[in-house]
């Protein structure tokens, strides 16, 4: 009986594993090792024919950390965190709207927030192009309106590349706060309301504090695509506001410098990794302290 | 008072909404924007309406250039989401159903992915085939992508597994039916939505891809997205804007047979 009963359990367990083994073996060739390559490429050094050698050096972290690289790399952290409280600032309302006063309209609501994350992100970050450009959408709507004078420039600048993401990453914000909105019990503000709390500090007493999960999922989900973005930046920013994904694409598909866009790209990982775990760490503690 | 701030909300909340799909319907718009001649050629505005016309459409469709590339990116999205659908939906079923060691750790594996900014994936994956000398052109685009998409695979199929009732299974087993025709008949059909919005999200997501096509394309192999984004480089036209359109009418009619499928089951 009981030997029978091991045997039946290993063969269970055996066949779990033999479902599960292409798959992990998969990832790991074609994710995992790349990225250990990545990690032993950016220690390697490369001649002045472009020749790589697999000889230790820490020359392509110094690299990276010239004056230029690392004003990069601020800017980049900076545009990222502005998008993420950018798009924290626009999406909360909306979420909040979705979850608490569109009871019946939710459904649609929610599918027209998911609906452009199904479309072209080329697409998407083209067409508002055509709405910044100096003779675009927006100046010809500002010229109608009587403003006179010099059309402003809003394509190339750190606030059209803002507007990129926010138009992007949107989706990633509410959809977290959303799925907290609608856990919320709303009769714990009718009992802050009838203790006394105006909306105001109900909100701020108790909506907030209950869905800041959300918003930390929220802004982890923009944050991350938006410090590795390419597209917008290209596209909206111009090389006065390249990102860190930009130099990445000039150092490995124009110059073919492998060593040092190995070093700068293990350097945006370290970023990415290091600023969630500060968020998360920052944050829970938060989350912790509301309950 | 209660009233006027339900009211500004509500006003603010379309505004966002307009804000999602204005610019989305200015393109579409601007792609049927009539051209003018000049110098002998054809050029047309993406900003200033002309009158409505469809021939960037016709110039779209005598264009090899973008027939190679659409054929290019589907061939590319079917095998990705057949692959993805295949190892996502298998692995994700294991992990549910059996008693496994480190599950944890492969979840974590199926993650990182998705999280992971895209460029170092997609760059990574260019020093590994350029390690090991491997000829770049569609094979590997496709492996490049199906990375990413077994990883979206597992995820849709994963959250649907777990409100899955298992007594269903032991019911068709107990009844006489063979692991194997168990698996086809019920739980296949059980698992059929999920692996559906999944495989549908894993081709949009392969369609769709401009980054990790650019780095590990090779042999002059071009796919949409990064034909879109050097037209792009060499200055906007409404040509741009059909060809915007048409990968916006495939993705999205994807987008609406998923929301489909989700909603009937």
């Known amino acids: 009986m009981s030997n029978d009963f091991w045997s039946k359990l290993n063969l269970r367990r055996l066949k779990g594993y033999f479902l599960i083994v292409p798959t992990f073996l998969f990832e790991l060739i074609f994710f995992i090792v790349p990225l250990i390559i990545v990690f032993v490429y950016s220690f390697s050094k490369v001649d002045s024919f472009g020749r790589i050698t697999f000889e230790f050096t820490l020359q392509n972290y110094f690299n990276v950390l010239t004056p230029e690289f690392s004003r990069t790399i601020l800017r980049t952290l900076g545009i990222a965190a502005l998008s993420t409280l950018a798009c924290l600032i626009i999406g909360y309302p909306v979420a909040y709207y979705i979850g608490f006063k569109a009871k019946s309209r939710q459904n649609i609501l929610v599918m027209l927030i998911i609906i452009p994350f199904w479309l072209s992100f080329v697409a998407r970050t083209y067409s508002i192009i055509s709405i910044f450009s100096t003779n675009g959408i927006l100046n010809q709507i500002l010229t109608f309106l009587g403003f006179v004078g010099d059309k402003p420039q809003w394509l190339y600048t750190w606030y059209s590349v803002v507007f990129g993401m926010v138009y992007n990453y949107l989706p990633m914000m509410v959809l977290p706060i959303y799925a907290s909105v609608e856990k919320l019990n709303p009769q714990y503000l009718e009992a802050a309301q009838s203790l006394g709390a105006s909306p105001i500090n109900a909100f701020f007493k108790v909506t907030l504090p209950l869905t800041l999960p959300g918003v930390f999922a929220g802004s982890i989900l923009v944050f991350i695509p938006s410090v590795g973005e390419f597209l917008i930046p290209e596209l909206l920013g111009g090389i ?16 073919g410098n492998y060593p040092l866009g190995s070093a700068l790209s293990i350097v945006l990982i370290l970023l990415v990794i290091l600023i969630t775990l500060l968020y998360i760490k920052y944050f829970a503690k938060e989350v912790e302290l509301s309950f | ?6 009211i ?8 966002v909404y307009m ?9 579409v718009l601007f792609s049927f924007n009539e051209g003018i001649t000049m110098g ?9 309406w002309k009158g409505f016309s469809l021939e960037w459409y016709e110039r779209l469709f005598r264009n090899q250039e973008i027939w190679t590339a659409l054929t290019n990116s589907t061939i590319i999205g079917v095998i990705t989401s057949i692959v993805s659908a295949v190892l996502g939906t298998i692995s994700a079923y294991a992990l549910i159903r059996y008693e496994m060691k480190g599950k944890n750790l492969f979840y974590i594996m199926m993650l990182v992915p998705i999280i992971i900014p895209e460029i170092t994936e997609a760059l990574s994956l260019l020093l590994f085939y350029v390690l090991f000398n491997i000829k770049l052109g569609l094979n590997t685009i496709i492996i490049g992508h199906a990375t990413f998409c077994v990883a979206y695979v597992f995820t849709v199929v ?3 597994l777990s409100d899955y009732d298992r007594s269903l299974e032991e019911a068709a ?3 006489g039916a063979t692991p194997f025709q168990t698996f086809i008949k019920v739980t296949l059909p059980l698992l059929a939505p999920g692996v559906l ?8 997501q392969s369609f769709d891809d401009l980054i990790k096509a650019s780095f590990t394309t090779g042999s002059g192999v071009i796919t949409l997205p990064m034909l879109i984004f050097s037209k792009i480089k060499s200055g906007v036209s409404p040509e741009i804007n059909a060809v915007a359109t048409i990968t916006l009418v495939i993705s999205g009619t994807l987008a609406f047979i998923s929301y489909w499928i989700s909603k009937r089951s």
């Open chain 2, 40 to 48: 002998g050629r054809r050029i047309g505005s993406t900003v200033l």
């Open chain 1, 240 to 255: 006065e506001w390249y990102m860190i994904g930009n130099h990445l694409w000039i150092i490995f598909l124009t110059m």
């Open chain 2, 158 to 160: 994963r959250a649907r």
């Open chain 2, 197 to 204: 919005a999944g495989t549908l999200l894993a081709f949009t």
């Open chain 2, 19 to 27: 804000m999602l799909y204005l610019p989305i319907a200015i393109l």
């Open chain 2, 1 to 6: 008072m209660k009233k006027v701030s339900d």
């Open chain 2, 8 to 15: 500004v909300l509500k006003i603010y909340v379309s505004l």
């Open chain 2, 173 to 175: 087993l107990s009844l």
